[in-house]
Structures are given as structure tokens and as C-alpha cells.
């Protein structure tokens, strides 16, 4: 245990140091370290599933609150809070085979799909269940019989439930740690090749003699053009350098190594070049359940550009992005404001910077906001590992990774994320 | 809406109607009317005298017309004052006839038909043009044409119908008809009032008809001896009107009428020629190498074409940047046609020392004053020539110092417009003179009070607890923030800025010198920090036709994020900066900045990616200088002529260019 304080405090402090740069690598560490808390958790023979959820979110909690902007590590938390459900279930339902299999297989919400009876991690994670889909009338018959069968209670969002179903744990308390941990392992490898599972899209969407314009740097982005441009493909790209963190410098240092037509813009030269444009492609910081995209700053812009000129706007996100959130003011509550010596010299406006003589106030304000919220309207389509999905479709592939009782991490019932 | 009702007309098979239509009230006469002309051409008298009413029936149709008919006063070079219309008009048939009744225009009328011939065209373009043409084209069945409009009440084209008779009584028709054209808005403007008499004069289905054919006749027969039977007509026609407008009692419409008519005359229109001219010539195409090489070879300054030019930009020139300012330095001294002080601002527009659309227009006219007081005119030439092309020469080296700003470019037409119509009387040091003091007036009045007019407008759009917001640095913007603190209103402002000049910091400390409290943040972050704008002050390097604001590259940016969230958008432009060309992008016509900029973000030097691959062939930097705001995100243009909607610039730059053209 202890060495995994020392590792979930290193990640904390990092985290409040904003020292991790972007939503994949946030995630990638986040789930290597839940990785390591649930495999040096002690697990009772008893509630194993229960005493694991309660150590990830214990340690999610403080993740969370040590960077509440940076939604990928919530995300991650609820997807392995959802990992030990699932397997938990899984396990369940093996061990319980004989009695009825769906109806047992719905501990998280009686509104589980049906399609449970063969359940492997893997497949759990991908099938399209959800919490959030609203019952059938199948489920809802189903259920009626066997309700009383599930032990525990469905609505509490905490703790209560992994407990109360233990009873007939006992037998596989090691099995199911193995495979929260493998399935774990299968989250991390996911995050790391979403690039390519995005990129391999890329072919379906650019043509030759495309324009593409793009703002600020993502490596999902890059790879996905790089993808269409080993496909022979050529086109040309427009990059909006995404002032004041000059992202898209780099994006087009990369782009120009790897042979790609590249005209580096100014963002203000936006609006004047999207008319030439026939695709946007951006990178995202996150994507609300809504189909909101919180992305960098800058792209709220880009997007109403590109919906004046009915130029589609895409965003690629991997799933380790999707955030089963509502938002809410997100320009404003999801933001983060950088530093202002980014945008001004100090040394030449130091005099206005402090407190002016007579008020109270400072007479110079310096705003270095670093997300912008682009809302599902003007976002065309999302290409995610999964392939392509509307705005509106959002919530529900969301809610194939996440169960609905973990949107609330927080163990005291005033918290909300 | 008269284009439209004389078009009906004309499209309307109204002959027929107007077979049945022997009660119609007004409109009869109007039907009537028509035939009387031809009546009187071919069977003389009975129907005449109801035309003259059917012509002043017209009138009210006529209220568009004030413009109309001070085209047409235009078009008949001579210019009469307007007279009581019936007469005029008559006058003007008459000058087609040749027949004149002396009393009413006896100098006039013999010039008309000659100078008109060749302005039919002009007329077409008028909304009223074209039912004039319609007329001639129709003078086979002139007489129900018009009754269809008179029907309508319109008593337009009872005016029209006039016109048609005589040109089938006249030879050249269509210098006749364009006079009796004129002649029939004049009409229109006085006769208003007259409706109700002509009843009585209806003619017949059969008799309109023996009317027409008798027309038709009359115009073979004219084409041989034009002259005589018009003028019978015409003494009928006189003497009809007389009557008639003494009835009449002028109504206030018809007074405003022809007082607006008197006044457009007194503005002269350019004649058709010089219209044509007005249209702006296209714009040096960079990808025309034919033009472009004979550029060069003119060119004072060496310019090296950049290295990794934008495809999509190749018809602007694009050159390395920095690399003409030593040359021109050390040429200082070899360069003889270009004067000194236009040497100092073409270096200083080079180097960026002065930028701003009114600075550098200021400079330029400054420089010119100064070039035109040193000026001397060669012994075998005269003032104006020489001049100008002197004047040529100095804007073309403007020009490869930095490409003019429209604003530059119509100051550059005045001047020239003002050299061109220099009185050959006047010697050479008062001639220079003169000039220079239309120059100064040009920058005081359309510059300099222009801005305080502006100003003053624009501070009555800010109050108490006003969140605004600003792009770049606009000098007019400046001038309004600062005078509406000095008046105590509070506000904050919001002061956008952009890379890679980033001006707005040269305006946020002045701003925050003055002690206005301010928000500084990058294009970026614009729909961040419009959630609390109530108000967009956006400066603009030119307004065009169109409605669209041409201006810093970004405002165009600003101005959507704003129209997307519901706040008025108001843009500040003197009004010698609108211009009649119009644009849809920004690509067509723009202006490149230097590319290394770019690259490179002064006092960031951990921003250096792009270090050592500038030189790639496969990376463009792109420095665009200004974008085209489409009018719908403007709600508002403050100009000196008052605030206006983006849709009546193209008026402004109508009656504006008139202004200074011609005063």
C-alpha cells in the first residue's frame, strides 16, 4: 500500500501542477495507476468487488478534485468502476448459471440489456449495454420474476451495492481481481492505439485534392492525416497555429517532415480561408455526453466559421474522451485560464497589471482561457474507435463504457462532479 | 416600384382590356391620351386635348421618380430649369418635332434630339428606362399599353404613351422617344392632381384601333417628312396643358418632386461615358506573368518573389519581405522622378512605421501636397497632364512599397479628378495652389471632422455598465472609447488582439494610459469573453458596395462569434473608405503580410517549431492582412453621413462619389 500512496500522490501533485499534457496521456497514467491500486488492494474473501470499487474511487476522488477539468481521469475512473462491475457480473452470472441469467446479470439497473449470457471482459466492455437506456418491455418482464433474486439495491450510487451481492463470491475472489486487472490492461492498450484505430478511418473521409483545415496540435489529428496521406491521398492542409500555445507550429513541423502540404495560418485568418476549406478536422479535449466538445481554445470559432460556409466539422475523439457528463456553463465551469504572461509581457504592463492608484480593482484584466465548448450543433460527425457517430449519438455510445451509478465518484452524497 | 408597374404594363395584354374597358374612370383618359397623340399626328384634333390630362394623370405614378428625372434632366445635356411639367413636356415633344412652341422651351428643345440619340442606353438602366424602351418597342399599339396602366391608375404611362406617339412621328425614333420620355416624368412630377376629367374622351375599341393603324401609317409617312404633323400636335398638346394646369392645384408631392428634380440637375450626372469609367478597374492579377513582367520592368523596387508562395494566393504578389529597404536606401540618391517626401512615406509604409488606413492616407496626401508645391511644369506641357502622370508615377512607387489601401485609392481618384479639372485659366502657382488646398480640405473634412462626426454618434450607443468590445486597433475606435470616458460614462473594455501584429496591445496601453479599465485577450478566446460584450465597436479599412467590411484580417472572426451570441455589432468607417467594388471572401483580393512573421512569436522563444523548416517546399506561411465581413454580421455602420445599415452603402457611395467627384 504504501508505495501506492507514493504513486497516487506523485500523480496528484503532477495533476495539480497541470504537468501532464493532454487527455490521452492524463488517461493512460490514470489507469496504470488504478491498475496498481487494485492489484496491492488487500481483497476480503467476502466483498472482493465491493472493497475494490471503494479503493478505485477513494483514490478517484482525489484524482478528480486534483484536476477537476481534466475530464479524461474522471472518465477512466468510472470505466474501472465499470471494469469490476462488469467483471464482477460476469463472474455472477458464471457462477449462477443455472438460475436466470439476465435477469441476475442486471445488479447495476434493471434496465440491463439481454445479450449478457455470454460475457467475457472484453465483450462486456464493447457490448452495447447501457444503464441509460431507457427498460423494454422485454427487460422489464424479464426482471419482474427475478428481481428479488438481486440482493442489492440498484439506486444508491455508492458502495452499498458491490457488498450485498457478495455472498456467493467467495469461491472466485482471485479470479475476479485477475481479470479486473486484464481487463484493465485491455483499457490501456486501448487508449494507446486509439490513434491508429481512429487513423485507419481516415481513408472513408479524405480525398485527394482535399483542403482540410485544422487548429492548434493532436495527435490523434496527425495521425489521421497521415493515415490518408500513406493512402496515397494528397491534399492539403491549412493549420491555425492556435495562439497563444502555438500548437499548430508543431502540427505543421510534423506535418512538413512527413510530406504533407501544409500552409500554416494565423487563427484571426480563420473566417478568410474556410470558404477554400472542404473539411475540418480537429482534436478534442473531451466530448460531453451531449455531443458538446470541449476542445482547445479557439475551435468555437472554427466551428461557427465552418457552419457558415457548410463546411463539415469533425471532430476525432477517442472513447477514453467520452465523458458521461451533462455540462453545464462549460465555457465558464470546464475551463481552466492560463497564465497571462502568455499573452502580454509583464515587464511592459507591469504597471497596470497591480492595483490601480484610487479603486480597488486592476484596470488590466488578461483572459488565457484554455477550452473553448464547441456545442453538438455545430459539430457534423465525431470518428471515434468505434467508427463514426452523430452529436446526437453521443449519449448512448457513452453509455457503453459507463454504468449510471458511477457518474457520481464521490463517496459523501454533496459531492457532484 | 415604378420599374415593376411599367413593366406589367407591357407584359399585360391590356389591349383587350381596354376594349371592354369603356367606363374605367381616371384611367380612361389615360386610355385616351394615348390615342390623342396619334389622333393628332394622323386625324388631328378631337382626342388631344385629353392627353395633356392623361399626362398629368401620370403623376402620381411618378413619385420614385425624383432620381429618374433628374437622370433624364441629366441626359438632356441641356439643363433646363424644371419647368411646370405639362409645358415641359410638351416642350420636349416638341423639340422632337421640331415644332417648338417658343414660350415654352425654344433653346432647349432644338439640341435635345441630337444630343440624346445615343443615350437610350442610359435609360435602360433606369427602372423608368426600360418601360421607355418598352414604348418605342411597342409603338406599333401604343394606345393599349397605356390604357392598361391606366387602368392600373398609374397615370405613368399616359406620359409614356405621349412619347410613343411621337416617335412614330419622328425619324430617328429613339432619340425622340428618350426626350419625350423626359418630357413625361417632368409631367408626372406636376400633374398629379388632374384624375377625374377625362372621362368623357373615351374612344372606342374600333376608333383606338383606326388609331393605331392611322399611327402606324403616320410613322411610315413620318419617316419622310417628320416635322410637320408633330407640330400640329404639339400646338394642341400646348395649348391643352394650359388648361389643365391651371386646374390643377399642385400638390405637395408634386412641389417636393420637382424640387428634388431641380436639385439633381443641379448636380450633374455623369454622363454614360463616365459612369462606365466609375466601374473599378480589375485589379493587377499577379498570375498574369505577361503583366506582371512588364510591371517589373517599370519597377522601382527590386522585389524577390518569395520562396514558398500560397497556391491559392499567386494572383496577389507575394515577395520577401525586408529585402527592398536597403535597396531603396541606397537609391536614395539615384531615384530622381520620385520626389522626397513621397520617398520618406513609400519607406515608411516598407517598413511598417506607419500603418492604419487613415495614417497612411493622410501621409500620402501629405506627401502630394508637398510634391505638388515643388512641382514645375515643363515648358510644352501643360499643368494637368503633367501632373498627373507625375501623379502616376508616385503611386505606382506606393504601390511596390506597399499596395494601396482603398481608402488610399479614392483619395489618389479625387485628386486626380481635381487635377483633371483644374481651369485652364489658372496659372501654374495658383492651379498648385488650389490643389493643395483641396488636399488639405480633403483630409480635414473627410478625415479629420469625419472622425469627430463619427465619434459623436457613436457615444450615444454606449452607456453606463456597457461591456466593449474591440478588435486590432482602430483609430476611430480609439477616438470614441477615449471621448466617451472623458464624458464619465463607465465601461470596460474588451480589447482583442491577434497575431501576428498584435496592435491591440499598442491600444490597450493607451487605453489603460487614459485609465479606461480594460480586458486583454487573444482572437481565441472570443467566445469566452463575449458571454459579458454588450457592444462591438470594429474598425474598418473599407466599406464596399456590398455591405461588406473589409478590414483587419479577424474582424470578420469577432463579427460572426458576436452575431452568433446576439450582441450589435458596430462598425466605424469614414465614408471617403467605401468603395463601389464588391467582394464575397477574403481570397479574391487581399493583402499579404510578411510570412516570417508567422513563424516566428517574439518573446516566446520556447515557440520555435517551425526553426529550420521554413525553407520546407511543402510549408506555406500565410499572413493574410485583412478579411471581408459579410454584411450580415453588421448591425450597424457609423459613418460621417450618420449611422446607416450595411445595406445603404452602396447609396452613400453613389451620392458621395458624386460629391467629391464633382463638386
Redesign the interface.
Known amino acids: 500500500m504504501p508505495d501506492v500512496h507514493v504513486l497516487v500522490n506523485d500523480f496528484l501533485n503532477n495533476l495539480k501542477k497541470r504537468k501532464i499534457e493532454g487527455s490521452q496521456a492524463t488517461a493512460r497514467q490514470t489507469a496504470e495507476l488504478l491498475r496498481s491500486v487494485i492489484s496491492q488492494q488487500r481483497v476480503s474473501y467476502t466483498n472482493q468487488a465491493g472493497a475494490l470499487m471503494d479503493a478505485v474511487r477513494a483514490v478517484g476522488e482525489q484524482l478528480i478534485a486534483a484536476n477537476p477539468v481534466e475530464l479524461a481521469v474522471g472518465n477512466i475512473v468510472r470505466r474501472v468502476l465499470h471494469i469490476i462491475r462488469e467483471e464482477d457480473l460476469s463472474l455472477t452470472t458464471a457462477a449462477i448459471a443455472g438460475l436466470g441469467v439476465s435477469a441476475v446479470s442486471d445488479d447495476d439497473d434493471d434496465a440491463e440489456g439481454n445479450d449478457h449470457p455470454v460475457l467475457s471482459a472484453a465483450s462486456l466492455a464493447a457490448a452495447a449495454r447501457s444503464t441509460l437506456r431507457p427498460p423494454s418491455l422485454q427487460t422489464l418482464l424479464e426482471d419482474v420474476p427475478d428481481s428479488a433474486a438481486v440482493p442489492h439495491t440498484s439506486s444508491s450510487g455508492g458502495d452499498s451495492d458491490g457488498k450485498s451481492r457478495s455472498a456467493d463470491k467467495s469461491s472466485r475472489t482471485r479470479k475476479l481481481k485477475h481479470d479486473v486487472i486484464e481487463a484493465v490492461n485491455e483499457l490501456i492498450q486501448d487508449i494507446t492505439t486509439c490513434h491508429e484505430q481512429i487513423a485507419e478511418q481516415a481513408v472513408e473521409h479524405i480525398h485527394q485534392n482535399e483542403v482540410i483545415l485544422t487548429l492548434g496540435s493532436s495527435r490523434t489529428v496527425l495521425e489521421f492525416l497521415c493515415a490518408a496521406k500513406e493512402k496515397k491521398r494528397s491534399f ?1 492542409v ?1 493549420v491555425a ?4 500555445r ?1 500548437q499548430g ?2 502540427l ?2 510534423e ?3 512527413r ?15 474556410i ?2 476549406v472542404n473539411m475540418v478536422i480537429v482534436g478534442a479535449h473531451a466530448v460531453m455526453a451531449n455531443g458538446g466538445v470541449i476542445a482547445p ?2 475551435l ?2 472554427v466551428a ?2 465552418a457552419q ?1 460556409h457548410a463546411v463539415p466539422f469533425v471532430v476525432l475523439a477517442g472513447t477514453h474522451k467520452l465523458c458521461p457528463l451533462y455540462p453545464h456553463n462549460p ?1 465558464v465551469l470546464l ?1 481552466e485560464l492560463r497564465s497571462p504572461s ?4 509583464f515587464g ?2 507591469s504597471d ?1 497589471m497591480d492595483f ?1 492608484n484610487d479603486t480597488s ?1 486592476p ?7 484554455t477550452f ?2 464547441v456545442p453538438p450543433k455545430l459539430v457534423n460527425l465525431f470518428i471515434t474507435d468505434t467508427g463514426g457517430h452523430n452529436p446526437s449519438y453521443m449519449y448512448r455510445l457513452i453509455a457503453d463504457y459507463y454504468s449510471a451509478d458511477d457518474l457520481v465518484v464521490q463517496r459523501r452524497p454533496t459531492g457532484g462532479s | 416600384m415604378d420599374p415593376r408597374r411599367a413593366a406589367r404594363t407591357v407584359i399585360d395584354p391590356k389591349v383587350r382590356k381596354v376594349g371592354f374597358f369603356a367606363p374605367g374612370a381616371p384611367p380612361d383618359r389615360s386610355l385616351s391620351g394615348p390615342p390623342d397623340p396619334i389622333a393628332s399626328s394622323s386625324a388631328s384634333s378631337p382626342p388631344i386635348p385629353d392627353l395633356s390630362p392623361s399626362g398629368n394623370f401620370l403623376s402620381p405614378v411618378m413619385i420614385p421618380p425624383p432620381r429618374h428625372s433628374s437622370a433624364d434632366t441629366a441626359l438632356l445635356s441641356s439643363s433646363r430649369p424644371v419647368p411646370p411639367s405639362p409645358l415641359r413636356r410638351d416642350s420636349l415633344t416638341s423639340a422632337g418635332c421640331i415644332h417648338n412652341p417658343s414660350e415654352l422651351f425654344p433653346s432647349s428643345s432644338p439640341t435635345a434630339p441630337s444630343s440624346y440619340a445615343g443615350r437610350v442606353v442610359e435609360f435602360q438602366d433606369d427602372p423608368r428606362g426600360n418601360s421607355v424602351k418598352v414604348a418605342t418597342g411597342a409603338s406599333s399599339f401604343p394606345g393599349g399599353g397605356f390604357d392598361l396602366t391606366a387602368v392600373k391608375t398609374s397615370s405613368v404611362p399616359a406620359s409614356r404613351f405621349t412619347t410613343v406617339s411621337v416617335v412614330k412621328t419622328m425619324p430617328p425614333g429613339l432619340s425622340e422617344t428618350i426626350v419625350e420620355k423626359v418630357g413625361g416624368s417632368f409631367e408626372v412630377e406636376n400633374d398629379r392632381p388632374a384624375s377625374s376629367k377625362s372621362l368623357k374622351e373615351k374612344t372606342s375599341k374600333a376608333e383606338r384601333r383606326a388609331l393605331q393603324e392611322a399611327q402606324r401609317a403616320a410613322k411610315a409617312a413620318a419617316k419622310a417628312e417628320g416635322s410637320k404633323v408633330p407640330s400640329t400636335s404639339e400646338a394642341a398638346m400646348s395649348a391643352n396643358v394650359k388648361p389643365t394646369k391651371a386646374t390643377k392645384a399642385p400638390s405637395l408631392k408634386n412641389d417636393s418632386a420637382t424640387v428634388a428634380a431641380s436639385e439633381k440637375k443641379g448636380g450633374d450626372r455623369p454622363p454614360e461615358k463616365d459612369r462606365k469609367k466609375d466601374v473599378p478597374h480589375p485589379r493587377m492579377q499577379y498570375d498574369d506573368k505577361s503583366r506582371v513582367e512588364k510591371a517589373k520592368r517599370r519597377a522601382v523596387v527590386k522585389q524577390t518573389e518569395a520562396r514558398n508562395r500560397v497556391e491559392l494566393f499567386r494572383h496577389l504578389p507575394q515577395y520577401e519581405h525586408g529585402t527592398q529597404l536597403p535597396d531603396l536606401e541606397t537609391k536614395f540618391f539615384q531615384l530622381d522622378p520620385v520626389h522626397p517626401a513621397i520617398y520618406k512615406v513609400g519607406l515608411q509604409y516598407l517598413s511598417g512605421d506607419i500603418s492604419g488606413g487613415n495614417a497612411r492616407c493622410i501621409a500620402m496626401l501629405e506627401a502630394f501636397q508637398e510634391a505638388i508645391k515643388d512641382h514645375s511644369t515643363p515648358p510644352e506641357k501643360t499643368l494637368s497632364r503633367d501632373l498627373t502622370a507625375k501623379l502616376s508615377s508616385y503611386v505606382s512607387f506606393l504601390i511596390e512599397c506597399r499596395p494601396l489601401s482603398i481608402s488610399m485609392g479614392n483619395a489618389i481618384r479625387f485628386l486626380k479628378s481635381h487635377i483633371a479639372k483644374l481651369p485652364l485659366t489658372l496659372s501654374e502657382s495658383e492651379a498648385k495652389s488650389s490643389l493643395q488646398s483641396d488636399i488639405y480640405n480633403f483630409i480635414n473634412e473627410k478625415i479629420i471632422l469625419a472622425d469627430k462626426v463619427i465619434v459623436n454618434h457613436a457615444v450615444t450607443k454606449i452607456r453606463d455598465g456597457d461591456v466593449l468590445l474591440t478588435y486590432g486597433s482602430s483609430s476611430a475606435v480609439e477616438m470614441i472609447l477615449l471621448h466617451a470616458h472623458e464624458l464619465g460614462k463607465r465601461f470596460r473594455v474588451v480589447v482583442v488582439d491577434s497575431r501576428p501584429k498584435l496592435e491591440g496591445q499598442l491600444l490597450l496601453r493607451r487605453l489603460v494610459g487614459k485609465g479606461l479599465s480594460c480586458t486583454y485577450i487573444y482572437i481565441t478566446g472570443i467566445s469566452y469573453i463575449m458571454h459579458e460584450v454588450s457592444r462591438i465597436f470594429l474598425g474598418a479599412s473599407s466599406v464596399l458596395s456590398n455591405g461588406t467590411v473589409y478590414s483587419r484580417v479577424g474582424t470578420a472572426c469577432v463579427a460572426m462569434v458576436a452575431h452568433e451570441f446576439r450582441v450589435p455589432v458596430l462598425v466605424c468607417c469614414e465614408a471617403y473608405k467605401f468603395h463601389e467594388r464588391v467582394q464575397l471572401d477574403s481570397i479574391c483580393s487581399n493583402e499579404l503580410g510578411n510570412p516570417d512573421a508567422i513563424s516566428e512569436v517574439p518573446g516566446r522563444e520556447d515557440i520555435n517549431y517551425l526553426d529550420g523548416c521554413t525553407n520546407s517546399e511543402n510549408l506555406q506561411l500565410l499572413n493574410l492582412i485583412y478579411d471581408a465581413t459579410p454584411s450580415d454580421y453588421v448591425s450597424l455602420i457609423i459613418t460621417d453621413y450618420g449611422m446607416v445599415p450595411p445595406t445603404s452603402v452602396p447609396v452613400i457611395v453613389r451620392e458621395y462619389r458624386r460629391e467629391h467627384i464633382w463638386i
Request: hydrophobic share 45%.
Open positions: 492539403r491549412f497555429e492556435g495562439a497563444p502555438y507550429h508543431l505543421a513541423k506535418l512538413v517532415t510530406g504533407l502540404q501544409t500552409t500554416l495560418i494565423t487563427d484571426s485568418a480563420v473566417f478568410a480561408m470558404s477554400r481554445v479557439g468555437n470559432m461557427l466559421a457558415r465555457e475551463n502568455e499573452l502580454l509581457d511592459e504592463f497596470c490601480g480593482s484596470l488590466l484584466h488578461v483572459v488565457n482561457p473553448d465548448y
